[in-house]
């Protein structure tokens, strides 16, 4: 997830060196919610073992 997060703002910032503005500013983006969900999906799984009570 985060390898896709860095792809899309690898591909924004390329874009708008380019100027394609358009393109830019969807893959920064898209960047951005990527970087968010896996930032969501690494802080749950590291709160959710806790709760279970199991041993690692």
């Known amino acids: 997830m985060l390898s896709w997060a860095l792809t899309f703002l690898v591909i924004a910032l390329i874009a708008a060196a380019l100027g394609f503005g358009g393109i830019a500013g ?3 983006g898209i960047a951005k919610i990527l ?3 896996f930032l969501v999906l690494f802080i749950v799984s590291l709160i959710v073992p806790r709760f279970r009570g199991g041993s690692v």
Request: without cysteine.
């Open 35 to 37: 970087f968010f969900v």
């Open 26 to 28: 969807a893959s920064a």
